[in-house]
Each structure stands twice: as C-alpha cells, then as structure tokens.
C-alpha cells in the first residue's frame, strides 16, 4: 500500500472502524475487503491530485461527508455522528444538557451578549438573571463582538462545575456585578400547557376551558423526561376534574420509540400500540398494560390529538395508536409519514466514541397499516401517515404566526421578585431590521385547536364561547 494511503487510514479511523465492523460480523470477503479499499484509494487520489493541499480537519470531514452521502442515499433518516455529534445526540435523548439555563443573543447596540430570558428553574433563573441583562464578561473574557455559539461554548459545561457570569443592568448602582453559578443539568421539557403560573413560572395552567373542564397539553418531543413530565401533568388535570383533554402533537419530529410507546400506555389499557418489524420480516409488537392507565373512564373523558405535516415518528405512533383503538379523535393535517425506527450503533474510530444512526426496522400501527411514506411510494400505496379524522388546515403564514406566539409563550423575564411588582410582558419577536415579526394587533386564530374544542364541547354537550388558544412551538434560540 503506498504510503499516502496509510496516511489517510491513520487520519480516518472511522472508515477503519467501519471496516473491522464488518469483518468481525461476517467471514472476511474478498469482496468487502475491495470494497473499503475503493473508499481508501478515492481518499489517496484526492490527497494526492486535488488542487490545494486538505488540512486534517477538512480531510475528515471529507470522510464524513462521503460516510453520510452513502448512508442518506440509503435512508434519508441516516447518519454518521462523529464525537461531538454523538454527544449532543445523546443529551437530547436524555433530554438535558450541562449549563446555567440562559436564552442568549447579541446586544445589536452595544454587541455584548444579553440575556433573552433564563429558564424557569435553572442555575441563572435561581440567581435572579433576568432578560435583557448583558453579560459582558465570561470568567475574564469580555463578550463584546464574541458569537453565540463560541459564548454557549465557554458558558455550558459539566453540571457541578462553576462558571462566573460580569452581569450588567441598566439603572442599577453599581451598574455591573458578578454572578457565580454552579452548572447543573438543564432540562429540555417537551411538555408544556395553556401558559406559565405567573405566581410560578416554573409551572404551568393546564385548564383551556374551565366551564367545560376541557385540559390542554402539548408535547413538543419524545426525550426521556416525556412520560414523566406527562403523567405528573394528567394527575393535576385529574385532580382538577378535568372531562377532556386536548393532546397537542403539531410540529412534534417523535423521538424515543419506548417513550411512545409508554405515552400510549398512559390513556390505553389493552390491544396493540405498535408493532415493529426488520429486514427478515420479524415482528416485535408492543402492547398496552391494564394497570397505571389514567383518565378513566374512556367514554367519560374525551381525549382529540393536534397534528400537522411536521408531525412525526413517535408523535405518529401516539396518534395512531389513539386514533385505532377509538381513544381520540384526531384532528388537523394528515401526519408527515416516518414509519422507521434508527438504531444508534456505536463503536470506537482511535480515542473518540463515535456512532451510527442506522434504520434497522419499520413500525406499523394498532390496524396493521404502514406508517411510512417512502414505503408507501414504493409500494404505489397511499397508505401511511396519520389521517386526521376532522382535516383542518393551516398556511405558512398561520404557522408562521404560531412560531411566534410560541417564543412569547416560553418567554419569561425572571424569577418573581427578581424583575420588580410588574414584571414586563413577553416582547413581539423583531427581525434583523429591528421591526416586529408579525403584527400581533390582530389576534392570533387557531383553527385547529377551535375545531378540537367544538368537538370536545358536543362530546360533552356543553355550551360557551371558546377562551384564547395557546401558541404551540419551540423557540429556537440557543441555551446556554
């Protein structure tokens, strides 16, 4: 082997990873053998005839790059996740990360970082941060002109550790002052209600209508913190005597197959939710379990699920599940169609833990039907997805409106006490030219959720005008 070839495989341990993988699953073909050695003179030719010289950095990103080229044509839900990948993989898993729990952004008067808002319940919340403070030192290394992600970097950290924030706040004598925190694990909730308790930011009102008793709650993920975070909301909602429940999936991409799996088993109490199946067409299927099922009796309390085209994967598996077992009545845009289950792999490439995200078998729901559009496609079916029960659609103008209802549904100015008897209102979301979104003078409709209301209110043959609809997304800011 010439010896620019050995170089490459020394500065590509991934592809040699993969490599051994291989052999070590399976007698040692000749043809695998040539197959990675394709991959190993295509790395040569490039060093040695590409017009500039790669780094070693771009070099492996080259492989990288040509790793996940093969792994998307494949299956577009695919992928290599190289050492910092992987991480941040498994903290959304987990459903945390390590830091102080700040929203940040850049100051574009002053170009210091600021806070947007902290997070209820967090490190920076506790310490009585509020929004719009600037944060104009990091330890000893002033922010002005730095970037968010290389603040984010120096800002998050092991939970345990401590971090020094210089904090500055207009009309405070001495205007700078420095903050101490200790990192701790910040939760990523996918659970959230109808709006924050202002007594307690940190909790949430799940009563949409209280004349009716109707509850609303809103996953916006399936992380590890899912199950939990939801049954503690139902038992408040039961204690509160709640008759119907509005479940909102829109815009929720799935995650955890098992979590699924365990929300179905909160509201079912027998039959299948899911059943899963692999190349060689052996089926696992996952069924319901009598004991811990909440919000019973199912023909007394009445259960509609929210979804939209984004709506994905496990938030699939829920709806669908719901909706065959004539548990929930569906409502909104028919679901986006990712009947696939990834199995992360992983293995080691020299010192650094990396991993595969690999599509290893296909769910299908309760009925029996596919979930999963390309397969669907394939097939020349239009079998898949979830089909909402009542269609009730929405422009990218309406959505886009949602978003930023969101961000001010999320937002929150500080730790009561810490921001003053009349603590200022969530603020419209302003674009690069510093002019508002949206025009929030007009008032935000959402058709969905009015139409889940009208369905819930004939189930319990209630009357009554319907209240102001919560706003639904995710903001998407950076936490630190």
């Given at each position: 082997m010439p010896l620019r070839n050995l170089a490459w495989l020394l500065v590509v341990p991934a592809i040699v990873a993969l490599g051994?993988?291989?052999?070590?699953?399976?007698?040692?073909?000749?043809?695998?053998?040539?197959?990675?050695?394709?991959?190993?003179?295509?790395m040569a030719e490039?060093?040695?005839?590409?017009?500039?010289?790669?780094?070693?950095?771009?070099?492996?990103?080259?492989?990288?790059?040509?790793?996940?080229?093969?792994?998307?044509?494949?299956?577009?839900?695919?992928?290599?996740?190289?050492?910092?990948?992987?991480k941040q993989f498994e903290s959304d898993a987990q459903g945390s990360f390590g830091?102080?729990?700040?929203?940040?952004?850049?100051?574009?008067?002053?170009?210091?970082?600021?806070?947007?808002?902290?997070?209820?319940?967090?490190?920076?919340?506790?310490?009585?941060?509020?929004?719009?403070?600037l944060i104009v030192k990091i330890g000893d290394k002033s922010t002005e002109g730095i970037t968010v992600a290389d603040a984010r970097k120096l800002i998050t950290g092991e939970p345990g550790t401590k971090v020094t924030l210089t904090i500055r706040r207009a009309g405070r004598d001495p205007a700078d002052a420095e903050v101490e925190l200790t990192r701790g694990a910040i939760a990523q909730h996918p659970v959230s209600g109808v709006r924050r308790r202002a007594d307690d930011p940190t909790k949430w009102e799940w009563t949409l209508d209280k004349a009716d008793g109707i509850a609303y709650i809103r996953l916006t993920g399936f992380n590890e913190l899912t199950t939990k975070e939801l049954k503690a909301?139902?038992?408040?909602?039961?204690?509160?005597?709640?008759?119907?429940?509005?479940?909102?999936l829109r815009e929720n991409p799935g995650?955890?197959?098992?979590?699924?799996?365990?929300?179905?088993?909160?509201?079912?109490?027998?039959?299948?939710?899911?059943?899963?199946?692999?190349?060689?067409n052996k089926e696992r299927t996952h069924d319901a379990k009598k004991d811990g099922t909440m919000f019973l009796p199912a023909e007394q309390k009445h259960i509609v699920v929210l979804v939209n085209d984004n709506s994905a994967s496990a938030s699939e598996i829920v709806a669908a599940a719901l909706q065959d077992h004539k548990r929930a009545v569906v409502i909104g845009?028919?679901?986006?169609?990712?009947?696939?289950?990834?199995?992360?792999?992983?293995?080691?490439?020299?010192?650094?833990?990396?991993?595969?995200?690999?599509?290893?078998?296909?769910?299908?729901?309760?009925?029996?039907?596919?979930?999963?559009?390309?397969?669907?496609?394939?097939?020349?079916s239009n079998e898949w997805g979830v089909t909402p029960d009542f269609e009730v659609k929405t422009t990218k103008e309406e959505k886009f409106r949602a978003d930023v209802e969101q961000l001010k549904l999320q937002w929150v100015a500080g730790k009561p006490g810490a921001v003053g008897p009349k603590?200022?209102?969530?603020?419209?979301?302003?674009?690069?030219?510093g002019k508002p979104l949206v025009d929030?003078?007009?008032?935000?409709?959402?058709?969905?959720?009015?139409?889940?209301?009208?369905?819930?209110?004939?189930?319990?043959?209630?009357?009554?005008?319907?209240?102001?609809?919560?706003?639904?997304?995710v903001p998407e800011l950076v936490a630190s």
């Open positions: 051994l993988a291989v052999s070590f699953s399976a007698p040692p073909p000749d043809k695998d053998y040539s197959r990675v050695r394709q991959i190993v003179d295509v490039v060093d040695a005839n590409f017009y500039r010289e790669l780094s070693d950095d771009e070099k492996q990103q080259f492989i990288e790059d040509m790793i996940n080229g093969g792994l998307r044509k494949l299956d577009p839900h695919s992928e290599y996740l190289n050492g910092k990948q992987l830091g102080v729990g700040i929203l940040l952004a850049l100051d574009p008067t002053t170009k210091f970082l600021k806070v947007d808002h902290p997070m209820p319940g967090t490190p920076a919340y506790d310490a009585g941060i509020i929004a719009d403070d909301a139902m038992e408040e909602i039961e204690r509160d005597g709640a008759k119907a429940l509005v479940l909102d995650g955890l197959l098992n979590e699924a799996i365990n929300v179905c088993d909160l509201f079912l109490t027998e039959g299948k939710i899911v059943s899963t199946r692999d190349r060689r845009e028919r679901s986006y169609g990712k009947g696939s289950v990834q199995k992360l792999l992983r293995f080691s490439a020299g010192e650094e833990k990396v991993g595969v995200k690999l599509t290893t078998e296909t769910y299908w729901r309760p009925s029996n039907k596919n979930m999963d559009r390309k397969l669907a496609e394939k097939d020349g603590p200022p209102v969530a603020p419209t979301p302003k674009g690069p030219d929030d003078s007009k008032p935000f409709v959402d058709g969905p959720l009015n139409k889940a209301i009208e369905v819930l209110k004939k189930k319990l043959d209630g009357t009554g005008a319907a209240p102001p609809p919560p706003a639904r997304r």
